[in-house]
């Protein structure tokens, strides 16, 4: 069976903020004949706002609730633009594996983009089913001659071909493409989900990950590419 989150969230959900500030949302135009939903991430475009994308720089925040397209008249929309905000946010696209074989160390699997040793280092990988079913461990290396990932800290059980699990991060490059805690430069697949398989890119990615919840394939993010960042 194929990796299924029991919760999704609905964008882009405020859960926090670093510094401990409310935010109840400031007022700013929207592009005419734009549709927002609640959670949508938002950019500034000419002066109005717009919905965010892959690569998206100068964030302006997220849409604090939905509104409906107008083509003529002025509408305005409230958006949670603190740049300190914490957000949860559902991921796409995780590598989804089953394993050959394994030890209380290792996985043996056929990974995506596995040229070369320690490819998918320090990446996040989450077992949603079988054997050591709901742990998640930090990948140490990676041997590209056997399909075997390596983890520091021990699994109850040996891993077997019952162990089934997900991997975040493209992991073409040991420790630049894997995703995890404190990852800087994660990107959005569009403006309400995260691309849990994209190459990290600390210029153009917005994001930069808090925590990740594997059972859900939730990430906590905050925005490091904010419009208001400078201020």
Same mark, same amino acid.
């Given at each position: 069976?194929?990796?299924?989150?029991?919760?999704?969230?609905?964008?882009?959900?405020?859960?926090?903020?670093?510094?401990?500030?409310?935010?109840?949302?400031?007022?700013?135009?929207?592009?005419?004949?734009?549709?927002?939903?609640?959670?949508?991430?938002?950019?500034?475009?000419?002066?109005?706002?717009?919905? !965010?994308?892959?690569? %998206?720089?100068?964030? $302006?925040? @997220? /849409?604090?609730?939905?509104?409906? &397209?107008?083509? =003529? *008249?002025?509408?305005?929309?409230?958006?949670?633009?603190?740049?300190?905000?914490?957000?949860?946010?559902?991921?796409?696209?995780?590598?989804?594996?089953?394993?050959?074989?394994?030890?209380?160390?290792?996985?043996?699997?056929?990974?995506?983009?596995?040229?070369?040793?320690?490819?998918?280092?320090?990446?996040?990988?989450?077992?949603?089913?079988?054997?050591?079913?709901?742990?998640?461990?930090?990948?140490? !290396?990676?041997?590209? %001659?056997?399909?075997? $990932?390596? @983890? /520091?800290?021990?699994?109850?059980? &040996?891993?077997? =071909? *019952?162990?089934?699990?997900?991997?975040?991060?493209?992991?073409?490059?040991?420790?630049?493409?894997?995703?995890?805690?404190?990852?800087?430069?994660?990107?959005?697949?569009?403006?309400?989900?995260?691309?849990?398989?994209?190459?990290?890119?600390?210029?153009?990615?917005?994001?930069?990950?808090?925590?990740?919840?594997?059972?859900?394939?939730?990430?906590?993010?905050?925005?490091?590419?904010?419009?208001?960042?400078?201020?």
């Amino acid at each position: 069976m194929a990796f299924s989150a029991s919760r999704t969230t609905q964008g882009f959900e405020l859960v926090g903020n670093l510094l401990g500030i409310p935010d109840n949302g400031t007022a700013y135009e929207m592009t005419p004949s734009l549709a927002v939903k609640k959670g949508d991430m938002l950019v500034m475009t000419n002066g109005k706002v717009a919905l !965010a994308a892959a690569k %998206a720089t100068n964030v $302006l925040g @997220v /849409a604090a609730e939905t509104k409906t &397209a107008h083509a =003529t *008249t002025r509408t305005d929309i409230l958006v949670y633009d603190n740049p300190f905000n914490l957000y949860d946010c559902s991921c796409s696209d995780m590598q989804d594996k089953t394993c050959t074989g394994g030890t209380t160390t290792t996985l043996v699997a056929q990974m995506d983009n596995h040229d070369t040793d320690d490819d998918h280092k320090g990446g996040f990988l989450y077992i949603y089913e079988g054997t050591n079913k709901g742990h998640s461990r930090t990948v140490s !290396a990676y041997t590209h %001659a056997n399909d075997t $990932l390596t @983890v /520091a800290e021990p699994f109850p059980q &040996a891993c077997d =071909t *019952t162990t089934k699990f997900i991997f975040f991060g493209e992991g073409d490059e040991a420790g630049a493409s894997v995703i995890n805690v404190g990852t800087v430069g994660v990107d959005l697949k569009d403006e309400n989900t995260i691309d849990a398989n994209a190459a990290v890119d600390n210029v153009d990615g917005p994001l930069a990950c808090l925590g990740i919840d594997g059972a859900n394939a939730i990430m906590r993010v905050i925005i490091i590419k904010h419009l208001y960042n400078s201020r």
